[in-house]
Structures are given as structure tokens and as C-alpha cells.
């Protein structure tokens, strides 16, 4: 149904994601939203070829405003439902870090200062394809779908911006949150980690890939 692209305001957590690359695999960025009632979680990214990991997060953030638009301190992220399982508008104003070494997401994310502004439209490229969802802790409904599509982006930053388009996929869940689970992970040099935390303490490594993004969850120790 075309009210399942929006909020579920009975649902006790409620999740959104997209990612992005090039068809190359040389760039990729993704944007995520947690809802637990008032309070959100939002991340965004932004992995280059020989450039350091752009990351934005707002944990335990508040500032929900109509739909999906968020408005905590000193930033700012909208995501609107154009047509529904056709088209999204994507954006932000924020400032990130630049990190040298990505994993410093989930330790200390201490990094260079970004502004970064994001503009991304995505378009699907087929019918969303409902997920296999667990029944969450306590026996809540969990549901959800994802998607496959593409996405024309300009991501402004200091330097100046970046216009790419490419494949991309998304999915939207609620009943529990989004936690990633791919059975396999890559290794090498050559890969462009994009890993981030949760507010539950929880890590998500997170990976582009010549065949796309592949992410698992880890409990913190």
C-alpha cells in the first residue's frame, strides 16, 4: 500500500536507508533515519577512492518535525516521498568529519571538520520485494520491503561539489530496528569501509564493494 512509504506511527521503531555508488564502485554515499518516537538517529556517508571516509551522525537526536524531516542543532536532513515506490528526495546541511581512518566512526569520530551538504533523487527501477523479518523481541510484528533503483546526487563540499549517478537499493522496516547481517565480509586494501555506530552501542561495519554495499552488525564488547 502506498501509505506503507510512510510513518507508522504505532511502530516502536521504524527505519529508512538508502545507499549509492558509480557504477565503478570509485565513489558511494548512504543516508539512514531510525524513528524511536520522538527521537531519531540519522547517519550519512560518503566513501571516495584515495579520499578520506565523510561521516555525519546525530544520535538520540531530537527535532522531529512533519513527515520525515529532522531539525536537531545545527543541522538539518529532509527526506520526502515523491511518488510512492517510485521516487525520493533526498537532502542535508550538516557538518561531518573527515576520517582518516574509518574505523575511527565507532571509536572516537575525531576528524577534520566537513561542511557537506547532500542533494540526491532516487528513482526505483522495480516493484519494492517485501523482506524475511524475524518477529522482533517481545513477539512485536516486524515488516518491511526493499528496493532497487538509481539516484542522480550532488554532494557540496568545501572543495566544491560532486555531481555522480549510479545504481542504488533501499529499504524501509519498522517493529524493529535495522540491524544488518551479511553472512560473508570482504577483505583487502582496496575496499572502501564506511562503518558506523548505533545509539544501543551496537557497530555496523559496513563495505563498498565492486558488487555493492555489504554491512554486518556487531555487538559492542
Known amino acids: 500500500m502506498n501509505a506503507d512509504e510512510l510513518r507508522h506511527v504505532d511502530a516502536m521503531v521504524e527505519a529508512w536507508w538508502w545507499w549509492g555508488h558509480t557504477p565503478d564502485a570509485a565513489a558511494g554515499w548512504y543516508i539512514g533515519l531510525e524513528l524511536r518516537g520522538r527521537r531519531f538517529d540519522y547517519w ?7 579520499e578520506p571516509y565523510l561521516y555525519v551522525e546525530e544520535l538520540e537526536g531530537e527535532g522531529l518535525r512533519a513527515g520525515l524531516e529532522i531539525k536537531p542543532p545545527e543541522m538539518w536532513a529532509g527526506h520526502t516521498c515523491d511518488v510512492p515506490f517510485m521516487q525520493w528526495s533526498l537532502g542535508n546541511e550538516a557538518h561531518g568529519v573527515m576520517l582518516d581512518d574509518p574505523f575511527d566512526a565507532v571509536r572516537n569520530a575525531f576528524g577534520t571538520l566537513a561542511p ?38 550532488r554532494i557540496e563540499l568545501s572543495e566544491g561539489v560532486l555531481a555522480f549517478e549510479g545504481p542504488s537499493h533501499r529499504l524501509h522496516v519498522w517493529g524493529a530496528p535495522y540491524r544488518p547481517a551479511s553472512l560473508a565480509m570482504p577483505a583487502g586494501d582496496d575496499l572502501l569501509w564506511a562503518p558506523y555506530r548505533r545509539h544501543d552501542g551496537a557497530v555496523v561495519v559496513q563495505v563498498l564493494t565492486s558488487a555493492g554495499w555489504l554491512a554486518r552488525t556487531v555487538d559492542a564488547p
Open 116 to 153: 557537506v551538504t547532500f542533494d540526491v533523487e532516487w528513482y526505483s527501477d522495480g516493484a519494492p520485494r517485501s523482506m524475511a523479518l524475524a518477529p522482533a523481541e517481545g513477539g512485536y510484528e516486524r515488516q518491511g520491503y526493499e528496493q532497487q533503483g538509481s539516484f542522480d546526487a
Open 44 to 50: 550519512a556517508g560518503l566513501v571516495r577512492n584515495g
